[in-house]
T-cell receptor, first 114, second 114 residues
Framework: GENVEQHPSTLSVQEGDSAVIKCTYS??????FPWYKQELGKGPQLIID?????GEKKDQRIAVTLNKTAKHFSLHITETQPEDSAVYFC?????????????FGTGTRLQVTL | DADVTQTPRNRITKTGKRIMLECSQT?????MYWYRQDPGLGLRLIYY???????NKGEISDGYSVSRQAQAKFSLSLESAIPNQTALYFC?????????????FGPGTRLTVL
């Protein structure tokens, strides 16, 4: 099955700086890669996703890049703000048929300091 | 009102007790999932259901069972709880269909087994 590794496990940045979280996956058949943000006391929430037919996707201060050859993908947050402090999870899935089972990474706790 | 609700939000129980965690959704989604979250291990899939008559084991189903009572309800049971089942449990939903991949998570149930 799929195995997703995520680094770093914790990340502290100053407000306004950029943050980068990296994930690698093992199953070359995986073709959908979402990122979820979990705020304290809440369930994870999708913030951005990318499919294997593109290499990069942006949404305001958030971007995701995908390198299918190397089997890794990254989340980039620019101009970080205190409200970006949360735990971030990457995930991967091979969308075979109508399957939507996700394999998650182990999470990155991002702290944005003033 | 929340689209995905979980009850109870917190539960403390003793080893050997039977426990049921309940999940309800008003999103009209056909797919439902149960995940377990442990520090440093991310989110791991316990069971998933793609419709009322479809139940599938995830990567860590041992010691758990589920029931899909209706499209909107998906319950997780621990027949005989043990301390290493202490964790944060999340229910999630999604809708089948091309391009519909986002999973919507409930607020979680924190379970402690003494």
């Amino acid at each position: 099955g799929e195995n997703v590794e995520q680094h770093p496990s914790t990340l502290s940045v100053q407000e306004g700086d950029s943050a980068v979280i990296k994930c690698t996956y093992s199953d070359s058949a995986s073709n959908y890669f979402p990122w979820y943000k979990q705020e304290l006391g809440k369930g994870p929430q999708l913030i951005i996703d990318i499919r294997s037919n593109v290499g990069e996707k942006k949404d305001q201060r958030i971007a995701v890049t995908l390198n299918k050859t190397a089997k890794h993908f990254s989340l980039h947050i620019t101009e970080t703000q205190p409200e970006d402090s949360a735990v971030y999870f990457c995930a991967a899935t091979p969308r075979t048929g109508t399957a939507s089972k996700l394999t998650f990474g182990t999470g990155t706790r991002l702290q944005v300091t003033l | 009102d929340a689209d995905v609700t979980q009850t109870p939000r917190n539960r403390i129980t003793k080893t050997g007790k039977r426990i049921m965690l309940e999940c309800s959704q008003t999103k009209g989604h056909d797919r439902m999932y149960w995940y377990r979250q442990d520090p440093g291990l991310g989110l791991r899939l316990i069971y998933y259901s793609f419709d009322v008559k479809d139940i599938n084991k995830g990567e860590i189903s041992d010691g758990y069972s589920v029931s899909r009572q209706a499209q909107a309800k998906f319950s997780l049971s621990l027949e005989s709880a043990i301390p290493n089942q202490t964790a944060l449990y999340f229910c999630a939903t999604s809708v089948s269909g091309r391009g519909e991949d986002e999973q919507f998570f409930g607020p979680g149930t924190r379970l402690t087994v003494l």
